[in-house]
């Protein structure tokens, strides 16, 4: 008796579950793509935060939130690492005479590099508002007052163009 109520137990949490990632998994894919650019890296960030999910020892209250704001860590994470990689193979064996880029990929490339300066709150904040999140989606998401999200999403911006002054000039 205790294991078919187990089982049924497990069976209702994996359909939650599935339900969850069925709802979830592209606008989780779309963010990630927002910060990194890379659709296959996005796809990894969002599967990797699924997983993380059904392995916690206890789920978070607001699993959507938690979703979200991981797949943000994730994906600034993932663009930090990837800097450091590119700035080391670079210290090692400089380019000689890489391909031209568009200059809208340069531009991304630009913000990108920007957003991984930036203290990750600030860059969490200006990626989730350009995802078009609410101010309350946001408060959740990142633990922080709805009440304050405008302030710090200005305080937020203006780091983003100090930053990307300071790294390229006026632009």
Not at 119 to 147: C, F, M, N
Request: charged fraction near 25%; charge should be positive.
């Amino acid at each position: 008796m205790l294991l078919s109520r187990t089982t049924a137990a497990t069976e209702c949490a994996d359909a939650s579950f599935d339900d969850l990632f069925r709802a979830h998994y592209p606008a989780l894919v779309r963010i990630a793509i927002r910060v990194t650019g890379d659709p296959s890296a996005a796809e990894e960030i969002a599967s990797d935060v699924f997983v993380r999910l059904l392995h916690a020892q206890r789920p978070p209250p607001n699993p959507v939130a938690w979703l979200r704001r991981s797949t943000l860590n994730a994906a600034i994470d993932r663009l930090r690492a990837d800097r450091r990689r590119r700035e080391r193979e670079a210290a090692v064996a400089p380019a000689a005479g890489s391909a031209h880029d568009p200059e809208r990929q340069h531009q991304r490339a630009r913000v990108r590099g920007t957003l991984a300066a930036l203290h990750p709150r600030d860059a969490q904040l200006l990626v989730a508002r350009l995802a078009g999140w609410t101010y309350q989606e946001i408060a959740v998401a990142l633990h922080l007052k709805e009440s304050s999200i405008g302030t710090m999403l200005a305080r937020a911006e203006k780091s983003f163009e100090k930053e990307y002054r300071q790294r390229y000039g006026t632009a």
